[in-house]
């Protein structure tokens, strides 16, 4: 079974009709954090991925504690092979967060975690138009065959804004203690406005718009 048929055989669940009601809310609540798109913005598409992910990977069904996949497979086990079983728990440790690109390479994209500082390696044939070292990202990383895919969501920032990012980054490090963690959820869902507004505003400088001041 192939990563894109596992995708497709867990969401095809998770949208069933039992799910229909689970899928709007989860839906509501998570573009409410990070701006609606609408269907003439370019990143729609890539936006409506972010938000399957993460309804798949990270959404908690009536604030329980597993996650859609994980009650996937504690409640589908029986029809599952033991191999299918295995593929399904590795795409369950997938890497969601803000990525600095360290190295191109090849197939190969060395992406380093802005929140937990671990570097990860990409395998990836056709690199993102205009990627380049340095560049910050917003992206989920899917274990397959013990090599890591980028899923289809995938949230560039501007090299303009790369100072204001990594400094206000840094301030919420400090702010939430050495032995306290900042919200990375909440923080990745302001820069997805951001990215949203700059998207619509283009005669706006990328400044002005990753404004992180208390008035900003």
Same mark, same amino acid.
């Not at 709007?24 to 890539?46: I, T, V």
């Not at 205009?130 to 289809?152: H, M, N, Q, V, Y």
């Given at each position: 079974?192939?990563?894109?048929?596992?995708?497709?055989?867990?969401?095809?669940?998770?949208?069933?009709?039992?799910?229909?009601?689970?899928?709007?809310?989860?839906?509501?609540?998570?573009?409410?954090?990070?701006?609606?798109?609408?269907?003439?913005?370019?990143?729609?598409?890539?936006?409506?991925?972010?938000?399957?992910?993460?309804?798949?990977?990270?959404?908690?069904?009536?604030?329980?504690?597993?996650?859609?996949?994980?009650?996937?497979?504690?409640?589908?086990?029986?029809?599952?092979?033991?191999?299918?079983?295995?593929?399904?728990?590795?795409?369950?440790?997938?890497?969601?967060?803000?990525?600095?690109?360290?190295?191109?390479?090849?197939?190969?994209?060395?992406?380093?975690?802005?929140?937990?500082?671990?570097?990860?390696?990409?395998?990836?044939?056709?690199?993102?138009?205009?990627?380049?070292?340095?560049?910050?990202?917003?992206?989920?990383?899917?274990?397959?065959?013990?090599?890591?895919?980028? +899923?289809? *969501?995938?949230?560039?920032?501007?090299?303009?804004? @790369?100072? %204001?990012?990594?400094? =206000?980054?840094? !301030?919420?490090? #400090?702010?939430?203690?050495?032995?306290?963690? +900042?919200? *990375?959820?909440?923080?990745?869902?302001?820069?997805? @406005?951001? %990215?949203?507004?700059? =998207?619509?505003? !283009?005669?706006? #400088?990328?400044?002005?718009?990753?404004?992180? +001041?208390?008035?900003?």
């Amino acid at each position: 079974m192939s990563l894109q048929e596992l995708h497709d055989r867990l969401l095809g669940w998770a949208s069933a009709e039992p799910f229909k009601e689970e899928l709007l809310q989860a839906k509501r609540s998570f573009f409410g954090r990070r701006g609606e798109p609408h269907e003439e913005d370019k990143s729609f598409d890539q936006r409506m991925n972010a938000f399957l992910d993460w309804y798949l990977y990270d959404h908690r069904p009536n604030g329980g504690g597993e996650s859609m996949i994980e009650l996937f497979m504690r409640t589908r086990s029986a029809e599952l092979t033991t191999d299918e079983l295995t593929r399904f728990r590795s795409l369950a440790r997938n890497v969601h967060s803000l990525f600095e690109v360290r190295r191109l390479r090849g197939d190969q994209i060395r992406l380093r975690d802005l929140f937990t500082g671990g570097d990860h390696d990409v395998t990836e044939r056709r690199h993102p138009a205009g990627l380049e070292k340095g560049d910050l990202i917003e992206a989920r990383l899917l274990p397959f065959d013990t090599r890591l895919f980028f +899923s289809g *969501a995938f949230l560039y920032h501007p090299p303009t804004v @790369r100072k %204001a990012i990594l400094s =206000e980054l840094k !301030r919420l490090k #400090k702010a939430a203690g050495r032995k306290g963690k +900042s919200d *990375a959820e909440e923080f990745l869902s302001r820069l997805s @406005r951001m %990215a949203l507004k700059l =998207e619509r505003y !283009r005669n706006v #400088k990328p400044e002005q718009i990753y404004d992180f +001041s208390a008035g900003g």
